[in-house]
Structure formats: C-alpha cells, structure tokens
C-alpha cells in the first residue's frame, strides 16, 4: 500500500488564518524551526492507480496539485475513485464541495456523517446535478467492506470502520444531530499482501478493544490534536480543554503517548496536528519526547509504504 | 486605495483538479507560458491596515497566507473588516467557510444572496456559534453605503451595488432561488481622493449605463472568464455555450472587447478567467489581442495603488 500524507494539520491549518499564537506568528515569520501544514487528508492505493482519499479537507484543491499521481490523464478525469470520511466536521469534508466540476464522485460514511452533509444544505447540491453524480455508500463499524474501482473493479483495499468516541460538528452544536455514527477511523487492508494501515485522527477515548486491533496493524495514524489537556487555555486562544472538544492529548497520564505505550503497530504517527501544538516545532523537547517513544510527525508530503 | 489581487481564476481555478485539457495539463508539466491561479478574490483599503475583500473563494486559506497585510497582529485577530459578496456561487463564498474559528467577521450581500447562504445550509450555522459572530449588511442595487471599520469607524470606503445580468448558483438549479438579486458588481470609491474602482467579475450584458459608469472610474476589473462563447465545446469540457453560464465571451462582435472599447477607463483588468482561456497562456495570439487593446490579466499577486 502507497500512502501520501497531503494534509497534516487540525482544522484551520498551520499557520490559521486568525491565530496569532507563538506558533502560528513563529511559522508565518520564519524564526522557529517548523513547516506549514494544511489540513488533515491522505491519500492511499494499492497498485498506485486507483487512489483513495481519507477525508476531503478545505485545502484539497492544493493538495491535490501538490501530488501528480491524483491528477487527471484526459480532457476530463480523476484518479480519485473514493473519499472516505471520519467525520461530518467542517475540516474533513468541506473539500468535497471543491470537487464539484460535474466529475462522478464516490463518498463513503456513516450514515450519520452521510446525512448531516446532504439532508440539510443546498450547497450539498451542486454534487447532485445529475443522475450518478455522486454516490454515497454507506459505512457500517465493524463491518469490512471492500473499497470499489470503477476502473478495475477491485481496488484490492478492504476497510473496516469503526466507531470511536467524538462528538458531533460544531454546525449542529444546539440542533438535533441526524444519528449516532459522528466519528470513525478506519483499518484499511490491502488483500494481497495483508498488510494493513490504522487511521484514528479525532479520539476522545482509547479502549483495549482498539489497543488490541492497534496490535495487529502495520501502520498508525493516530489524533495529535492537543499536545496537553489545557492547551488553548494556556495559549490563549480558547477556554475549552481537549476532552471538551473530543480529543485526547497526546501528554499526561490519560494521554495517548502512554495509553499506546504497549501497542506493538511498528509505525505510528501523529496527525490532525493543532496550530498551538509544541510538536510542530522541530527542536522543541515535546517534539523530543514523542520522538524517543518512537513516534513521528505528520506532515504534508510525507510517504509511507506498507 | 490600494488594490491586491489574491485569487484571478474563474472557479475551479487554474489548473483544475479534474482537468487536462490544454491549458490545465500544460501548466502543471511546465510546457506551456502560463501561471497557476487560485480562485477569484481581491483585497483592497484605503489605509493599508482595514481591508476588505471581494468574494470569499474556496482558495481563501493560501490567498490570506500569501500577503501580510491580512495576517493577525495579535493572538486572535484580523485585519479584514467585510467581505463583499458578488453572488452566492460556491467559488465566491464557500471560503466563508474557512474562516469559521470563532472570529466576528462582517459580510456585505444582496437580500437574495444572504438568504442562499444562510436559510438551507445547515453549515453556515459554524459562523453563527455566538451572537455577533456574523453581521450581515444587505447590500441594495444603486444605494450607496460606506464600509464599516470596527478598529477605526469610517474606512474611507463607500460602495454602489448593481445589479447585473446573471444566473443563479448551480446549486439553485431546480429549486426556488430565495429572490431575484443573484450577481452584482461594485464601484469602490475612495472618500478622500475620489479614486473609485469597478469591478465586474460576472457579468452576461453589457448596458449603455454600465458603460457610462465605467467611463467613471480608475481602474475596472471585468469578466474575463472566456475568450469565445463556444470556448467550452472547443475544449471538449462542456456542452454549454458562454451565454448558458451567464458570461460575456472577451471576443467576437457581442464580446466585451469590443463593447467596452470607448470606455475611458484608463486601467483595464480581465479577472475570473477559466482554466480554458487561450489569454492564460503568455504567448498566445488571444493574450496578444487584448493586451494590444490595452488590457491586463489578472493574475495572483497583481497590485494597483489608485
């Protein structure tokens, strides 16, 4: 499996267009040691043909461009044969409204995340202009399903969602949400050659149930929102903590880099990183620390293959 | 005033994601004399520190990120002031969208345009997580406002609405249109100098009063979206004429150079050009013709002080 980091930052990007934190002003004047990343989204393909989409980020147009194997080879043509979403969140699904140019499209979700993007918004229609425009299959946890290629039929990927503990989109913060299902990740598996890539970039909750498939994979994405719980606090952007916006820290007792100690994935990577994150500073002693637990960075442009 | 160009494509930008034609393929392989650029936008102040921009594109993230001036100057910040709506086509104000992180932002737009963003679409209601956090001002077709500055009061900025031949959004089609006023152009006038600016990015007729109005003003940015009415067919992208998507082909007996050729404007601009356009490429006869006209193509990054 071929995987492509296009996207590696939480929603807002790095630097945000508002944020004027030690980050973001540090990026945008060159005297700290780090990269802008746009937002979270990779791209994946088993034969390096049919590429695949993991969320449709607000930068997807750059990104698309940033990576020549996702381009089109005629008048009209995309390699892109699906897009599969973790979310209903601004951040991972807006991008699809930047694929609108009357190009079939193929989405897969959650039912929840399916109707929260179609059932209320006239903009969702500009990917309904004809019959076969876009089509949604519908994801289902804990059930493997394979990933089509309408040009070779098998794309030869399999993936198994899962449902793991989120939150629903800020748009319908104090509206009826339409079910459930509001976050996944994903195991994709190529057939094969059984190897098999894990994808979790929002958790509020790490349960030995995931511990335990995590043991199993080759490859780890995992949520790099929050360096520390207080961190918009203390960076003076937010009053909220990460477990009010659904994410666990990567730091402290309950964080991640510990509850993952144990989990034998040979590769792990943190993504969906948050502007105000000291990890994104390349010399910074987080960015130690992750990197002794032997954990990297995402960041755009990065390759993997598995 | 001073006048940024931030985005100069027609949406979709140039090249597009699903695209190969001509121009689109030649541009990314480096064969061709031609630049990439995003979606349609500008920035213009009469201060340099309260800006405003014209149209909000799906590109918006990159295009704040590639001119200082519209950077925060604090944690949490902004120096743009409003954004003016010409339509409610995605590629005019999906960027609205990127700017939801919690930031009191300020939009100018026609009754009708206001209600298509704001009546059906459950994700406009990101930019409505508190009270004050998005001030609508209804722009009126002929009545001319002063644009608001919340840091300084008077921006030193007046603008006139009109109301031009359109179309509404793709995402209408099939469906009430919530009012009649769907594409509007603006005169920007300088209160202290008089310089006023003129800009037309859609347009699908020209009138005599137009043409008087124009004969008015500094500097005109006008649609330049296609070169020839049947540009589309040509490619071998489309089935639709120009007339059908509501633009003024620049060539021809009904097109827009020769209708605008008295015009006394001393600073002409085609903006909004499709990746299609043959005056995208440096060298064309097409970008000949009209630069011997004594006109400019917008490109990203282009200024004007008036």
């Known amino acids: 499996m071929w995987i492509r980091v296009l996207g590696s930052a939480a929603g807002g990007g790095f630097p945000q267009w508002n944020c004027g934190c030690t980050n973001c002003a540090g990026v945008r004047a060159g005297t700290l040691r780090a990269t802008p990343r746009t ?16 969320n449709a980020s607000p ?15 005629r008048t009209r043509h995309t390699p892109i044969e699906g897009i599969l979403l973790t979310s209903g969140d601004l951040d ?56 089509h290629s309408s040009q070779r ?38 057939s094969s050659s059984g190897k098999s890539l894990a994808y979790f970039s929002s958790v509020a909750k790490i349960t030995e149930r995931l511990c335990a498939l995590l043991d199993e994979v080759d490859l780890l994405f995992f949520d790099g929102t929050f360096w520390s719980e207080d961190e918009l606090i203390q960076a003076g952007v937010d009053r909220k ?14 964080g991640s ?12 990577v943190y993504i969906h990183v948050n502007n105000t994150n ?4 390349d010399d910074s002693p987080e960015r130690q620390i992750v990197t002794q637990a ?13």
């Not at 930068?59 to 080879?73: C, M, N, T, Y």
């Not at 880099?257 to 792990?268: D, G, M, N, S």
């Open 39 to 54: 937002q979270e989204c990779i791209a994946l393909s088993a034969d390096g043909k049919s590429w695949f989409l993991l």
């Open 59 to 73: 930068d997807i147009r750059v990104q698309l461009e940033s990576f020549p194997p996702l381009q089109p080879q």
């Open 92 to 147: 991972h699904c807006l991008g699809l409204l930047s694929l609108r140019e009357s190009q079939p499209l193929v989405v897969y979700a959650t039912q929840t995340v399916r109707a929260g993007f179609v059932e209320e918004n006239a903009f969702a229609r500009t990917l309904q202009r004809f019959d076969g425009h876009t089509t949604w299959h519908r994801l289902e946890p804990g059930r493997v399903q394979a990933l």
């Open 153 to 190: 039929g098998n794309s030869g990927l399999t993936v198994l969602p899962l449902l793991v503990e989120g939150k629903p989109p800020l748009h319908f913060l104090g509206f009826p949400t339409p079910g459930e299902e509001h976050t996944i990740g994903f195991i994709v598996s190529e």
């Open 241 to 254: 903590r990460s477990w009010e916006l659904a994410h666990l820290p990567i730091s402290g007792v309950n």
């Open 257 to 268: 880099l510990r509850a993952l100690e144990r989990v034998r994935c040979p590769a792990r």
């Open 278 to 281: 000291p990890i994104l500073r």
């Open 294 to 306: 032997a954990w990297q960075v995402a960041v755009d442009g990065m390759e993997f293959r598995i």
